[in-house]
């Protein structure tokens, strides 16, 4: 009988071991995209609605942006974090963040560059960019060669309210590029520079900082990395 109840308590404890290195290899396996310090920010913050325009064709490209493969959110845990504080505020006055994007890998970068290149795609024109030519919208800062969001502490956010389940009126749609678009723009009216405000001041107070001719970008002041990344968002 002690020889069966030690044979039984060795069984249990080699149980244990083996969940726990299966349990060990599956997150391996499964997170196994994300670089070190980077999180999932569903992990973080699942309330926060996420809506990457990258991940479909209602962006400036009209393309599936390469390097999305899935509405998948991802930021560094220091971001996500901020951005889970910024939540909690939003909340407290009946709103909710909408995330457009977060991490964005350089090859996402790469394809914007590419495709202000060639002259004939217009598709979205009208909608996106109707007072400048694709060249011009680097000169003037609206596309980069590098990207702050590709070090993964910058994110493309707006608002929604959480009674209607409607955004807020911003001006301008996301990824508009024009003046109208800075953030304290004078072309908007009263109601919109309001709105704005409101998601300006407590991106502001949870330690992101505005980038003025995006009134949606915002960048945590104390990121970790200086560094570009480019895995897949998925």
């Not at 390097?67 to 505020?89: K, P, R, V, W």
């Amino acid at each position: 009988y002690n020889k069966f109840i030690h044979i039984y308590s060795l069984t249990k404890l080699y149980m244990r071991l083996f969940i726990i290195i299966l349990l060990g290899f599956s997150t391996v396996f499964f997170n196994n995209n994300l670089e070190d310090g980077f999180v999932y920010l569903k992990d973080i913050d699942d309330s926060i609605i996420v809506d990457l325009k990258y991940y479909s064709s209602e962006n400036f490209t009209g393309q599936l942006v390469e390097g999305y493969h899935s509405n998948t959110a991802i930021l560094t845990n220091e971001a996500a974090s901020a951005l889970s504080n910024a939540q909690d505020d939003f909340n407290k006055l009946g709103y909710s963040l909408i995330l457009y994007d977060a991490y964005r890998p350089q090859r996402a970068v790469d394809f914007f560059v590419q495709w202000s290149k060639n002259h004939n795609d217009t598709i979205n024109k009208r909608i996106y960019y109707p007072n400048f030519k694709k060249l011009e919208l680097f000169k003037l800062g609206y596309i980069a060669y590098k990207s702050g969001h590709s070090r993964g502490s910058t994110v493309d956010v707006s608002l929604v309210e959480i009674s209607t389940s409607k955004e807020l009126d911003m001006g301008t749609i996301f990824d508009y590029f024009g003046a109208e678009s800075h953030t304290f723009s004078d072309d908007i009216n009263e109601k919109q520079k309001s709105n704005r405000l409101i998601l300006y001041e407590i991106m502001s107070q949870n330690g992101f900082k505005n980038y003025a001719k995006e009134w949606w970008h915002f960048t945590l002041e104390k990121e970790p990395f200086k560094k570009y990344f480019d895995f897949l968002v998925k």
